[in-house]
């Protein structure tokens, strides 16, 4: 069937966060999911579920690990097993496994801001050390210091954390990248944390490369974190999974979250088979659109907004704002909230270079992304 993601949807009276926060009279374009309605199969598969009545106890089929090891191996050519896939709730559960499954108090994370914040408050919530050698701007897209990133490695150092395809910069790395980063967190003896939740969400020419796929040494350290929440925009129903090939790695995980982590719930269970098995129509059409928003934002802002400059997107819907030259005096977000009436994510949040940035969720109708962009455009003309 064919999809409209031109449709509006009011979401404000669905409990929805990124709708819920603000008044009215504000267009969100913070918190990372969609307003587009979901492929109709899940709908329709989730309907049914519904219908039976009846919300027991579950337990994952084994429908589910088989469509993730196919899926694994078409797109990757990447072979799992059953055994190795753990099911949990989200994406920051397991990250926070990890903080605390592998680091003991007082031990070190890296990570590379600009980077998703739970990557930088996480570990120091929970007593761990964090290390942050950033990313480098390089023209429009930002690259890794991987001298800067060696230097920041000490003795305590146990777990890199690595953002791909990267929220929010866009970034999708290279083979040759990751190749020389894995190498850097093995030569340490460094197990690597791999959120890969927006690896669906790549536009041509950019492929994803699950870095555990890349050589045997590396997929026996890294631990890969993944979710059809980004892909579907089946966010709310708490749906992801864990890969861990080392079974020394996935004991020390399954005893840390013993009698603490759910699995997924029979929602997310439900809607997660039924995007993997008859999701792809809906995928390919909502990346289509996708990267026509993509292209359309960044011609706007870079002919329409001249004092802020925008890195190219190779993947996610979250485009990275810099307005540093804007002669904004307050934080840009606060800016673009009080008036333009646009909320926008901070660029503070995440983490160092951050400052002065904005973080925008084009994942809307089209008609929306260009309201606020116009409102953007005027907040920023001299009274």
Not at 24 to 44: K, L, T
Not at 126 to 154: C, M, Q, S, W
Not at 180 to 192: F, T, V
Not at 357 to 370: E, T
């Amino acid at each position: 069937m064919r999809y409209d993601f031109d449709e509006i949807i009011d979401r404000r009276a669905t409990d929805s966060i990124k709708w819920g926060l603000y008044a009215e009279d504000v267009i969100p374009m913070w918190v990372a999911d969609m307003d587009f309605r979901s492929a109709e199969p899940i709908i329709r598969a989730l309907r049914m579920r519904v219908d039976h009545g009846v919300f027991g106890y579950s337990r994952t089929s084994e429908m589910l690990s088989r469509a993730i090891q196919d899926r694994m191996h078409r797109l990757y050519g990447w072979v799992i097993s059953p055994q190795e896939i753990i099911y949990i709730p989200g994406i920051v559960t397991g990250l926070n496994i990890a903080f605390q499954a592998y680091c003991a108090p007082g031990e070190a994370v890296v990570a590379q801001p600009p980077v998703y914040f739970h990557f930088l408050r996480d570990p120091v919530r929970h007593g761990r050390i964090l290390k942050d050698p950033p990313l480098v701007p390089h023209g429009n897209r930002y690259e890794i210091d991987f001298e800067e990133l060696e230097r920041a490695i000490t003795p305590d150092t146990r777990l890199f954390v690595l953002c791909n395809p990267h929220n929010p910069v866009g970034r999708v790395f290279t083979e040759q990248e990751l190749t020389k980063l894995a190498e850097i967190c093995l030569r340490h003896d460094i197990i690597i944390c791999s959120d890969e939740i927006h690896c669906d969400l790549v536009f041509p020419p950019h492929r994803h490369i699950p870095v555990a796929s890349l050589a045997p040494e590396i997929e026996s350290q890294t631990i890969t974190l993944m979710s059809p929440s980004k892909t579907y925009n089946l966010a709310g129903l708490e749906c992801a999974y864990a890969v861990i090939k080392n079974p020394e790695i996935r004991k020390i995980w399954k005893d840390f979250s013993y009698g603490m982590i759910p699995g997924i719930n029979i929602a997310g269970h439900v809607a997660a088979l039924a995007a993997l098995d008859q999701g792809q129509d809906w995928l390919n059409q909502v990346l289509k659109y996708l990267q026509r928003n993509r292209d359309e934002l960044l011609e706007y802002v870079r002919a329409q907004m001249p004092s802020i400059s925008v890195t190219d997107v190779e993947a996610t819907y979250l485009a990275w704002l810099d307005c540093r030259d804007t002669g904004i005096e307050a934080t840009p977000s606060e800016f673009f909230l009080k008036n333009a009436r646009v909320a926008l994510s901070d660029g503070a949040e995440f983490g160092q270079g951050g400052e002065n940035y904005v973080r925008m969720n084009f994942a809307c109708p089209r008609k929306i992304l260009f309201q606020a962009l116009d409102r953007m455009k005027s907040a920023l003309k001299p009274a």
